[in-house]
Antibody, heavy 126, light 112 residues
Framework: QLQLQESGPGLVKPSETLSLTCTVSGVSISSDVHYWGWIRQPPGKGLEWIGYIHSSGTTYSNPSLMSRVRLSIDTSGNQFFLKLTSLTAADTAVYYC??????????????????WGQGTQVTVSS | QSVLTQPPSVSGAPGERVTISCTGSRSNIGAGYDVHWYRQLPGTAPKVLIYANTNRPSGVPDRFSGSKSGTLASLDITGLQAEDEADYYCQSYEGGLRGSEIFGGGTKLTVL
C-alpha cells in the first residue's frame, strides 16, 4: 500500500531556504505511473499546489512559486524533495506530499492526488 | 482569491441532502479538465472523495456523488451524517501557458 511521509524543520528563518523530504513506501518511486507532488495549506486557509516531479526528472511547478521552487528525486532512497527559497511569513503552512495519479498508466496534468502524507507544519519566523 | 469558487459554508440536518458547487471558467473546468473532490477532517490531510468528475474510490459510500457541466461541478451528499462534517475542496487544472493545478477555496459543511 502506497504511503508517504513528510519530514523537515518545523521552524525556518525569513530569507532562508526550506528543505523538505517525502519518503515513499509501498511503491518504487521510479514507477512510471506517478507524479510526486507537494501541496501546502496556510493556517485557516485553503490548499495551494506547489509542484510535482516524475521519476524521469520532469517537473511542473505553480507559476506563482516557480522562481523559488526546486524539486528533486532520489530513486535509490525512494524519496523526493522540495526546496523553497527566500522564505517569508507568507510561506508558513502545513506542507503535504502526495501522489499525483496517472490513470491507466498515462501521466498528465489535471489528475487527482491520492494518497497524501500526514503533513508537516512549517513556520517562518525569526 | 481562488480560481475555482466554492461557497464558504453549507449546512444540513442529519438525513438531508446538500450540494456543494465549484464554479470555474472556460480556461479550467470549461476547457474539459476533470474535477476532483477532497474531504478534510480537522487536523488531517485531505482525502479524495470523487475523482474525474464522477468516480468514487473504493470505500467511499454511494451517498457521495459528483457531476460536471460546462464550467460548473457539484458534489452531492445525501443522507447526511454527523461524521460528514468537514471541509470539502474541489480541484481542477488551469490551462494555458501558465498552467497550474488549482483548488477551490473550500467549503465547510456543518451537520446541524
Amino acid at each position: 500500500q502506497l504511503q508517504l511521509q513528510e519530514s523537515g524543520p518545523g521552524l525556518v528563518k525569513p530569507s532562508e531556504t526550506l528543505s523538505l523530504t517525502c519518503t515513499v513506501s509501498g511503491v518504487s518511486i521510479s514507477s512510471d505511473v506517478h507524479y510526486w507532488g507537494w501541496i501546502r495549506q496556510p493556517p485557516g486557509k485553503g490548499l495551494e499546489w506547489i509542484g510535482y516531479i516524475h521519476s524521469s526528472g520532469t517537473t511542473y511547478s505553480n507559476p506563482s512559486l516557480m522562481s523559488r521552487v526546486r524539486l528533486s528525486i532520489d530513486t535509490s532512497g525512494n524519496q523526493f524533495f522540495l526546496k523553497l527559497t527566500s522564505l517569508t511569513a507568507a510561506d508558513t503552512a502545513v506542507y503535504y506530499c502526495a501522489s499525483h495519479n496517472c490513470p491507466n498508466g498515462v501521466c498528465s496534468v489535471g489528475n487527482w492526488f491520492d494518497p497524501w502524507g500526514q503533513g508537516t507544519q512549517v513556520t517562518v519566523s525569526s | 482569491q481562488s480560481v475555482l469558487t466554492q461557497p464558504p459554508s453549507v449546512s444540513g440536518a442529519p438525513g438531508e441532502r446538500v450540494t456543494i458547487s465549484c464554479t470555474g471558467s472556460r480556461s479550467n473546468i470549461g476547457a474539459g479538465y476533470d474535477v476532483h473532490w477532497y474531504r478534510q477532517l480537522p487536523g488531517t490531510a485531505p482525502k479524495v472523495l470523487i475523482y474525474a468528475n464522477t468516480n468514487r474510490p473504493s470505500g467511499v459510500p454511494d451517498r457521495f456523488s459528483g457531476s460536471k457541466s460546462g464550467t460548473l461541478a457539484s458534489l452531492d451528499i445525501t443522507g447526511l451524517q454527523a461524521e460528514d462534517e468537514a471541509d470539502y475542496y474541489c480541484q481542477s487544472y488551469e490551462g494555458g501557458l501558465r498552467g497550474s493545478e488549482i483548488f477551490g477555496g473550500g467549503t465547510k459543511l456543518t451537520v446541524l
